[in-house]
């Protein structure tokens, strides 16, 4: 697939069914997938979960066709029960011969109850354990799975781990959603506005679609006003701005990964907004001895039904035959599977790759970024007015991941650094980092910095990204240091090849665009420019790398 093969769209958190699929047939749903044949044979049969204070939840189970003991693995969703859950998460489990329970969240489809995004997950996922129990066809062995919001179930539930669950598969998932919402200080203003109008329920007087210029409004309040009042927590998401606001202890349940014990395959992509949440959950676990797994591809967050289904279904169902079937085996597969772009090849290894050295790089007049630099600056504008465009990018829309940024690139709020050509193929694995000398002239701004791979020919698609709100000082005039770690990479950069970094003021609609002005971020409105001075001599950017395999 090309870099920049993804068709633009709005952002959204859902997995949307491609035209071509028909739901009615699974086996030609797989095999439009490119998964390999397997039974879909089952019985289904609706039921209704009582909660603790209550009200019902809808589910579906799913029966395999065996009068064998055999494990459950439960399924929580608010995005209905319908494709691609009903048939990648439950109809090939269920023909593989387990038992599959795909639960509607509260509040959702047709499930009873308020909706209250992330933190009513852990009471209704343990009361849904609860009820299992009292099943004839529950035989104690129980299997977790889902992906985004899915797999944020599953971590709620784990917080307090029901002595049931054995093994758990979490697919481009988060533990922390403040984190994920406020991970550079700055608000990710249209993922959330669009996963909100998602899952919100239709309510007198408001538009079932959100506006064009959604995002564009002013102030971010304005969006809480257009979703409704089935919507009510993105008034309050944009009201909380400060991740040490107790408002966002109970939407992180990140202590699941140190109470979790078993085994636990996670699956993530290089250009999945969760990414960084993959790749710690699995540090966490492994360090402490938990059996898991890694798988990172190519991926942005909706490829998991898309270019990856292959890969979740093949491995998860190897996963929980491994960990919940009679005769149980260790780990069989590598705790590492990495793609690694440019190179265009899989590796399997024993953990995540470490870099066997650090390439320091710095500015030049005239943009070159060389290993001596000089002392000169440069200067650019940041406009709030005129935002620098999000292009590309980790994001959750499918409209993210490798673009050409040849656009971007060349506006005036953007400043680019760039390589000669390599002479040689070099691979960089892990975090790079950027120091960044400035000095500026609003104490109010944001700085983001982008990695891109240039080709010969000039086209120049990203592969690594940092964004941060900056912290207020008395004198913004005053020179500083801003640290910045961009996401993880395994990427090849071969002979010929270029490496380009950017700078500029923001990445929007990605991220709610810095006022310049010190307003809150919901109730603001009035907008101020901020130049920034970039200094040579104190900027340097340093490459995690080692020698191609």
Known sequence: MPEDAHSPEDAHFDFAPDAALDLADPQKVLALLGISPRSTDCLVTTVRVPMRDGIELAAEHYAPHTDEPSPTILVRSPYGRGFPFDVLLAKVFAGAGYHVLLQSCRGTADSDGQLRPMVQEAADGHDTVGWLREQPWFDGRLGLIGMSYLAYCVYALLQDPPPEAKAAVIVVGPYDFGSAFYRTGAFTVQESQSWSNLVRRPSPGV????????????????????????????????????????????????????????????????????????IEAFEVLRARGVPAALTLGPWVHTDVVAAAAGTMVDEAQAWFDDHLRDGATALTRPAVRLHVAGAEEWRELAGLPVASGHQELRLCEGGSLTADGDTGSSTFTYDPADPTPTVGGRRVSPDGGPRDNTAREQRRDVLTFTTAAFGRPVEIHGSPTLSVGLTSDNPHADLHARLCVVDADGTSVNFSDAMLRLPSVDNPATPRIIELTLDFCARRIAAGQRIRLQLSGGSFPEYNRNLGTGEPPATGTAMATTTHVIDHATTTLSLPTGEPV
């Open 207 to 278: 538009a079932d679609e959100l506006p064009a210029d959604a995002t564009q409004r002013l102030p971010l309040l304005a969006g809480a006003e257009l979703l409704g009042p089935t919507a009510p927590w993105y008034g309050e998401w944009v009201g909380h701005p400060g991740l040490t606001d107790p408002y966002w202890r109970p939407y992180d349940h990140r202590v699941a990964l140190e109470r979790f014990t078993g085994a636990t395959l996670l699956i993530g992509g290089s250009y999945d907004v969760f990414l960084p949440q993959s």
